[in-house]
């Protein structure tokens, strides 16, 4: 069973207006990380924002949010007042234990001016 | 930036030559891992260390090995390249594996294999 589950392969979003990009994790343990990764078309891996499975309220980042429902166990990611730059491949991760990350699939985010 | 270098950044190798991958970090971090991006698979484990000379597997280990004979570098080798290990291959960093420990990862190394 997938640990990590992004089911929007490709989203588009207008400029300025906010955007979901959805995640749901599989895990038994109480204590576990949940964590998104940024990918431009240049490649490079850029972390943006992490949840504790302890934390209490949804953790937020400038303009990036994370929905945090455990209960759901979903940790959607928020991206108000999109810009063109962030046109890219977004990854959901998380970590159990003392396990590297294990990551989802991806969704790949257009921005459309 | 966290202080992370792979070596080399593109290569073209043919079928059952072997191929070593580089990566090399500045930031003295204890925990280093190996992942393969593919489209439709994100990304996947393929080893890991967690100490020099401490190693485990990750998902996709088959036809990989790992090296780690110094804290900054760990090395991964393809015995003999097929093309199914055709892909982009990541290397990270962690300073801890708690859960709150992000990875940083290093500007990956693209790997076509004829």
């Known amino acids: 069973a997938q640990k990590i589950t992004q089911t929007q392969p490709g989203m588009f979003v207008q400029e300025k207006e906010a955007v979901t990009l959805d995640c749901t994790y599989d895990?038994?343990?109480?204590?576990?990380?949940l964590f998104w990764y940024k990918q431009p078309s240049s490649g490079e891996m850029i972390f943006l924002i992490y949840?504790?499975?302890?934390?209490?309220q949804n953790a937020t980042e400038g303009r990036y949010s994370l929905n945090f429902q455990k209960a759901r166990k979903s940790a959607n990611l928020v991206i108000s007042a999109s810009q063109l730059g962030d046109s890219a491949m977004y990854f959901c991760?998380?970590?159990?234990?003392?396990?590297?990350?294990?990551f989802g699939k991806g969704t790949r985010l257009s921005v459309i001016a | 930036d966290a202080g992370i270098t792979q070596s080399p950044r593109h290569k073209v190798t043919e079928t059952g030559t072997p191929v070593t991958l580089r990566c090399h970090q500045t930031?003295?971090?204890?925990?280093m891992y190996w992942y393969r991006q593919d489209p439709g698979h994100g990304l996947r484990l393929i080893h890991y260390?967690?100490?020099?000379?401490?190693?485990d597997k990750g998902e996709v280990s088959d036809g990989y090995s790992v090296s780690r004979s110094k804290t900054e570098d760990f090395l991964l080798t393809l015995e003999s390249a097929t093309s199914s290990q055709t892909s982009v291959y990541f290397c990270?960093?962690?300073?801890?594996?708690?859960?709150?420990?992000?990875?940083?990862f290093g500007p990956g190394t693209r790997l076509t294999v004829t």
């Open positions: 990270a960093i962690s300073e801890s594996s708690h859960i709150s420990y992000e990875q940083y």
């Open positions: 895990t038994s343990d109480q204590s576990y990380g």
């Open positions: 949840q504790g499975s302890y934390d209490e």
């Open positions: 991760a998380m970590r159990e234990g003392n396990t590297p990350l294990v």
């Open positions: 930031e003295n971090h204890r925990y």
């Open positions: 260390s967690y100490g020099v000379k401490d190693t």
